[in-house]
């Protein structure tokens, strides 16, 4: 059994209004760590503020440990929300802020105390119990709301964009405090972001959502490698995938991908699912790092193409390569070439590429 499930769960602001949570199905284990991602208004908080009870479900249901909570309040479902202003009160010392929860549960005073030292030395931040939140910097600060989020000891964990005010520096370290305290809680955690590279260093599995719906759910690498939907190719990686439209084409025994300055020819793992393409447009995918260049212009079998080389962007390991096909700009990452003479001739080749359907934007696959 799931520890936490949505079936199908819906979510409309106005009776008339659009679906902004649209059938959610979603099943995740005790001890997971989910990261959901999305582009800003796809319906992330909406999502976990339906799960904290914060806000009403217009259909579906929402199951914990295999009862449903809907008409549960709030503070009796078991969870913990941790919120992008961190919400604690300035007027409280750190201690009391982490407190405030069990004061609620009426616990007795020297089981509080024992409970905030211990979250509190769970987040790094016991030597600050006596401080007001003004005396804090602000990674500080974000501790503060972790410690009063674990206090209770939570089945579930909701944060939404929790590193969002944090210098980009700090965020990191953050991530990876977030990381270990998670291991050490086993906290079952649902972490909301619109940034991938956090999501794909933080997450057992990635939920992409995208206008209200699930487009994929999957491992940091099977939303990489095996992106479900162009959508999703789109926006994991970074730089993103360069997409074509192209026109499938019979060659002899196989089949090529044309557009008007390229050829690429279809690699046979894909040949018979792109069988029923043949004469018709498909959308080709090619990550930044599945082109190669020869300097030499030599032309082997995965060449497509001749192209400039406008300019390299280096970035320390590897370098951006920005190049054109047809009118487009094409980024290429390279760790081989990390410095290249201004508009060098090259041989752009591919080592692996995706095609979507132009119609569903789904993955073709074999
Ligand atoms: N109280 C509300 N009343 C009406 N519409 C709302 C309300 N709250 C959110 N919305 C709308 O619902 C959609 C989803 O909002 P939501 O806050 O869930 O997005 P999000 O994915 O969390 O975005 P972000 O990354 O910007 O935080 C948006 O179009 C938003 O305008
Ligand atoms: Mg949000």
């Known amino acids: 059994m799931s520890y936490l499930e949505l079936r199908n769960l819906q979510k409309r602001y106005t009776k008339d209004g659009p679906l902004i949570v649209d059938h959610m199905n979603l099943s995740i284990e005790k001890g997971e760590f989910i990261v959901l991602l999305g582009p800003s208004g796809c319906g992330k908080t909406t999502t976990i503020r339906m799960i904290s009870g914060l806000e009403e479900v217009t259909g579906g249901d929402i199951l914990i440990d295999g009862e449903s909570v809907l008409t549960r309040k709030p503070k009796d479902r078991g969870v913990s929300m941790i919120f992008q202003s961190y919400a604690i009160w300035p007027h409280m010392t750190v201690f009391d802020n982490i407190a405030y929860p069990l004061k609620l549960q009426k616990l007795k005073p020297a089981e509080i ?16 119990l006596d401080r007001y939140p003004r005396q804090l910097s602000g990674g500080q600060r974000q501790r503060v709301a972790v410690s009063r989020a674990i206090v209770v000891k939570p089945k579930i964990f909701l944060m939404d964009e ?4 944090l210098d980009a520096k700090l965020r990191v370290t953050m991530r990876t405090e977030l990381k270990r305290i998670h291991r050490q809680e086993n906290s ?10 956090e999501a794909m260093s933080l997450a057992d599995r990635i939920i992409v959502m995208y206008r209200g719906k699930i487009e994929q759910i999957g491992t940091p690498a099977e939303v990489y490698r095996n992106s479900a939907t162009r959508f999703v190719a789109s926006f994991i990686g970074t730089p993103p995938t360069n997409f074509f439209t192209v026109k499938i084409e019979r060659t002899g025994d196989g089949l ?22 043949e004469g018709k447009e498909a959308v080709l995918g090619i990550r930044p790092e599945f082109f190669g260049i020869v300097p030499g212009m030599e032309r082997g079998e995965s060449w497509i193409c001749d192209g400039t080389i406008d300019f390299v962007e280096p970035q320390g390991s590897y370098a951006i390569l920005i190049t054109h096909i047809g009118g487009a700009e094409i980024k290429i990452v390279s760790s081989e070439f990390l410095e290249l003479p201004l508009n060098t001739r090259v041989a752009l080749t591919v080592k692996e590429a995706m095609f979507f359907d132009p119609a569903s934007e789904k993955r073709i696959k074999p």
């Open 113 to 128: 105390k024992s409970r905030v030292e211990a979250a509190a030395g769970a987040t790094g931040i016991k030597g600050f």
């Open 162 to 165: 929790p590193l969002s005010n």
């Open 188 to 197: 079952t955690t649902i972490f909301v972001t619109h940034d991938q590279a």
């Open 256 to 277: 090529a991908a044309l557009c008007s300055d390229f050829r690429y020819r279809v690699p046979p793992s894909l040949i018979g699912a792109l069988d029923p393409y």
